[in-house]
C-alpha cells in the first residue's frame, strides 16, 4: 500500500509516526480515523493487532455462553481454535448445495453466531436483506460479522450497526489495504460491545497499537480514493478470470471477494493444484471437507499472473490429460 503510493502519502505517514501522542493505550486518531471512514461515533471503534486479536477477544468477551456458537462448516479455520482455546462450546452449520450460507439455519437457541461475508474460502455473499432478517430473529446473542474482504465487491453491514445493538462488525488491514504486516484490524458495534472488548483487553495488555501501527493505519484508512481504486482493479480482475475460468470449462462459484473457488469438473483439486505448482502457480486446495476436495481457492493476481494462470489451466485440463 505505501510502497507504491505517491509520495504525498508516505509523507503523511512519517509524520504521522512523529506526531503520535504517547501514552497510545487508546489509539485515539486511529479510531477517529476509523469512526470518519465509516460514520460512526469514536466510541463505537476497538481496534487491535490484526483482527485475529480483536476475533480472540470477541470470543473471550462476548461469545462464551452455555449455548453454542454457531458458524458455517466450511469458514475461516481460526474460529474452532479460538473456541477451543477459550472453552467456548460451538456448533457449526453446512453451507448450502450451492456452498451459500442460509440464514434460516441459524434460527436457533445460540450463544452467539459468527460468518465471514463474504464467506472464505468460497467468496460467496450473504445478502444483506438476509443479515437483517437474521438480526431481528435473533436478538438475544451477538452476532459477528467478519468483513475481512468486503471491499472487493461485498455490501457492509457497518451502517447496520446503528440500528442493532447486538451486531459487531470486524474489518482488517491485512486483505484489501495489503498491510498484513502492520497487524491492524477493528471491530464497529455499538459503545456496550465495544466497551465490553475494551475491559477483556485491558486487563492483560492495555497497550494494544504499537505507534507506527496506528499511523500507518490511519494514513492507509484515510485514503479512500486510493484504496478504492485498487479495489476496483482487483474485482475487474476478478471478472476477467471468472471468464476465462468459465470458458475453459470450470464451474465458480459467485465471488465478491479477492479470490475464485473453482472446479473442474471430473478433475481432482489436489491434482491440479500440484500440476500448477510444477508450473510455479500455488493455489489452495482443501482436502476436508470431502465436498470441497474438488476445489481450488484461487487469489487474484495482476492481470499478467492471471492470464498466465489460465493458459497453464488450459495446458493441464486438456493437453495433458492422460499424463
Ligand atoms: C485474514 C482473515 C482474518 C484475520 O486477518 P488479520 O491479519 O489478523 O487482520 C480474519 N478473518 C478472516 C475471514 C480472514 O480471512
Redesign the pocket.
Known amino acids: 500500500f505505501f510502497f507504491q503510493a505517491e509520495d504525498g502519502i508516505r509523507d503523511k505517514l512519517v509524520t504521522g509516526v512523529q506526531t503520535c501522542a504517547l501514552p497510545i493505550s487508546a489509539s485515539d486518531k486511529l479510531r477517529a480515523a476509523i469512526a470518519r471512514r465509516h460514520g460512526v461515533a469514536h466510541d463505537c471503534v476497538f481496534v487491535g493487532n ?6 480472540a477477544h470477541v470470543f473471550m468477551a462476548l461469545l462464551k455462553h452455555d449455548a453454542p456458537v454457531l458458524f458455517p462448516d466450511i469458514t ?1 479455520s ?1 474460529y474452532p481454535v479460538y473456541c477451543a482455546l477459550h472453552g467456548v462450546t460451538y456448533e457449526t452449520v453446512p453451507l448450502t448445495d450451492e456452498f451459500a450460507i442460509d440464514v434460516n439455519d441459524y434460527l436457533k437457541p445460540n450463544g452467539g453466531i459468527i460468518f ?1 461475508n463474504p464467506n ?1 474460502p468460497t467468496g460467496r455473499e450473504v445478502p444483506q436483506a438476509d443479515i437483517e432478517r437474521l438480526l431481528q430473529a435473533n436478538p438475544g446473542s451477538v452476532v459477528v460479522v ?1 468483513e ?2 468486503v471491499a472487493f465487491g461485498g455490501t457492509s453491514c457497518v451502517p447496520l450497526t446503528s440500528k442493532y445493538p447486538q451486531l459487531l462488525v ?1 474489518h ?4 484489501s489495504h495489503a498491510l ?1 504486516g502492520l ?3 477493528y471491530a464497529i458495534g455499538q459503545p456496550a460491545l465495544i466497551e465490553g472488548l475494551n475491559r477483556v483487553k485491558d486487563s492483560f495488555n492495555s497497550y494494544p497499537l504499537d505507534r507506527f501501527a496506528q499511523a500507518g493505519a490511519a494514513v492507509a484508512v484515510e485514503e479512500e480514493a486510493y484504496f478504492n481504486e485498487l479495489c476496483r482493479k482487483v474485482a475487474r480482475t476478478r471478472e476477467r478470470l471468472t471468464g476465462q475460468l468459465k470458458e475453459l470449462g470450470f464451474e465458480v462459484l459467485p465471488s465478491v471477494a479477492n479470490f475464485v473457488f473453482a472446479r473442474f469438473p471430473g478433475r481432482d483439486g489436489a491434482e491440479i493444484a500440484a500440476k500448477l505448482r510444477e508450473r510455479s502457480i500455488i493455489v489452495r486446495h482443501f482436502r476436508n471437507p470431502p465436498r470441497v476436495s474438488p476445489y481450488l481457492r484461487i487469489t487474484i493476481g495482476t492481470d499478467e499472473q492471471c492470464a498466465g494462470l489460465a493458459d497453464a489451466l488450459q495446458e493441464i485440463v486438456y493437453t495433458n490429460k492422460n499424463k
Open positions: 490484526g483482527s485475529d486479536e480483536v476475533l475461516y481460526f465471514p472464505a467478519d475481512a474482504y470486524t482488517t488491514l491485512s486483505k498484513a497487524r491492524v484490524g
